[in-house]
């Protein structure tokens, strides 16, 4: 079954119809009553080919709403967001350098006891300068470790040989060595937002999947609206030369004036209908701007679908296509991304109800002298050295109640991701059933509708042969064409129907983007 068959059944119609109509009328008649018709119909072709008209393949369709979409733009900022936030996350690692200058004067006068340690002076006078730097880091293990220098000149009272310099190059380190302590620990708040980022991500896919598809849908609505408005511009203008006809026998005492006046009615029916035609290509067009964020202001260019469905009878595979969405769907993958997420909360959780237990040792070498050269040399000779090593020990005295809440917390929330994720498996199952089962039926429909238009298509010419020969009227002709007419219209909505069905499952599947080449 290919797309041509249709093509073949319409181009049979209208050339039946029109040796028909020759027949009846002859050339004289065709020129009498059609010009109204003939002003729509170049009116409307006239608008298709416009260049205040966007003419618009599918793929161009579909690209031109990826770029212009606010909602699918709102959405990726989302996802470019929590990528921000990762980054952040990640900088936990970056060395931070701290810098220090300080001067300082201080002149107090002594108590007895500072006297007696001062030799006996009554007042103390100093004007020192420290600087200070230092690098921290934290380490993969959970441990802060910091580098520095600490550099003094001191000037007071007491001295008698002027300045002196002191000099401090030291490092300290404080380990955990239960709560806090470990690289999945010290990374859980990256893997949570590598977490969050992926599921934003996977929001961003569904978003876009939605709107693409819905936009599609409109597309091709837009385009079976097209359709139906030539068939009915086709009938109106049969129409219109069938009056002419009628008018022209009437006139001459050939045909009843009741048969004419039945005619008439058909004409402003058949008028109506064409109107609500193109009404509804209006109603399409400005769907479609729906998705482009654009109005219908005046001056903006209408749009035309130029592209055809297409047909194929290959039946899709239940297993492969169950297979593909749970490898593709973007919900699924979210779901298992927060089952994740939840597990490196527990993770965290249980890690949080351990005592904090600290190691911590620094390290140091002193130097002094009365210039800075002096006190650096003093201080690379290791002679005075400062260390220390101990453990800080902090214990909940009541079990630690908000990280006991915490981990419950985190338990709950994962039995609430597998819930969700056996949800979303048992959601998607039976969506592939039913895509798979819309596509044979509307596939089956499709074939049927063949069947009805070639029905129609030979009761037409049989309604003909009767009308030359005598035994039919033109109102029989007339409604064997117009059942003809609604074959048509049918057959063209199941079309659409069958496209829409492939397209859902594609949707089902997952595999839309890559289906429809988008870039995500």
């Known amino acids: ?25 002859g050339a004289g008649f065709s020129h009498a009553g059609s010009s109204d018709f003939n002003s729509d119909f170049n009116e409307e072709k006239a608008h298709n080919h416009s260049p205040n008209t966007q003419r618009f393949t599918l793929k161009q369709f579909v690209t031109k709403v990826c770029e212009q979409n606010d909602k699918i733009a709102y959405q990726k900022l989302d996802w470019i967001v929590s990528q921000e936030n990762l980054k952040g996350e990640k900088s936990i690692f970056e060395p931070v350098l701290s810098l220090s200058v300080k001067k300082y004067k201080n002149h107090t006068r002594n108590t007895t006891e500072e006297a007696r340690a001062r030799l006996g002076d009554d007042e103390f006078e100093e004007k020192d300068v420290a600087l200070g730097m230092g690098v921290e880091l934290l380490l993969a293990t959970g441990a802060r470790l910091k580098t520095g220098f600490d550099f003094a000149k001191l000037n007071n009272s007491l001295q008698e040989n002027g300045n002196e310099y002191t000099t401090y190059p030291n490092f300290s380190i404080t380990q955990p060595l239960l709560r806090d302590c470990g690289i999945k620990v010290t990374r859980a708040n990256i893997d949570l937002s590598q977490a969050l980022s992926e599921v934003a991500k996977q929001e961003y896919r569904q978003e876009l999947m939605y709107i693409v598809s819905q936009a599609i849908a409109a597309y091709w609505k837009l385009f079976q609206a097209q359709e139906i408005l030539k068939i009915r ?17 009437v006139k001459f005492g ?20 064409e109107r609500e035609a193109r009404q509804k290509i209006v109603s399409a067009v400005n769907e479609l701007r729906n998705f482009l964020f654009s109005t219908a202001r005046e001056g903006t260019p209408s749009i035309v679908a130029i592209d055809t469905p297409g047909e194929n009878v290959s039946t899709p595979d239940f297993e492969k296509s169950l297979k593909r969405s749970f490898e593709l769907r973007p919900e699924y993958i979210a779901g298992l991304k927060k089952l994740a997420y939840e597990n490196i909360r527990i993770a965290y959780a249980k890690n949080q109800r ?5 190691l911590k040792a620094s390290y140091g070498l002193n130097g002094f002298g009365s210039d800075t050269g002096e006190a650096w040399d003093e201080s690379e000779l290791a002679d005075h050295i400062s260390w220390s090593v101990g453990l800080d020990v902090s214990i909940p005295l009541y079990g630690g109640q908000k990280s006991k809440s915490e981990l419950i917390t985190a338990r709950h929330r994962k039995k609430q991701a597998l819930l969700d994720i056996k949800a979303t498996e048992i959601a998607l199952t039976n969506s592939i059933d039913t895509a798979l089962r819309n596509i044979i039926t509307a596939r089956d429909m499709l074939v049927e509708y063949d069947k009805i238009v070639s029905i129609k298509s030979r009761m037409l010419d049989i309604e003909s042969e009767r009308f030359r020969s005598g035994q039919s009227n033109s109102k029989l002709v007339l409604d064997s064409g117009g059942r003809l007419n609604k074959a048509l219209e049918d057959r063209i909505k199941s079309l659409i129907y069958y496209e829409d069905a492939q397209m859902a499952l594609k949707f089902a599947e997952g595999s839309f983007l890559q289906d429809y080449e988008i870039k995500e």
């Open 1 to 25: 079954m290919k797309i041509s068959l249709f093509n073949l059944l319409t181009c049979s119609k209208i050339v039946c119809c029109s040796f028909l109509l020759a027949m009846i009328l």
């Open 233 to 249: 511009s086709e009938s109106l203008e049969k129409t219109k030369i069938m009056l002419a006809h009628l008018a022209e026998e």
């Open 254 to 273: 050939k045909t009843a004036e009741t048969e004419l006046l039945d005619m008439e009615a058909g004409l402003a029916f058949h008028r109506t209908k």
């Open 354 to 358: 351990y005592p904090q237990v600290d």
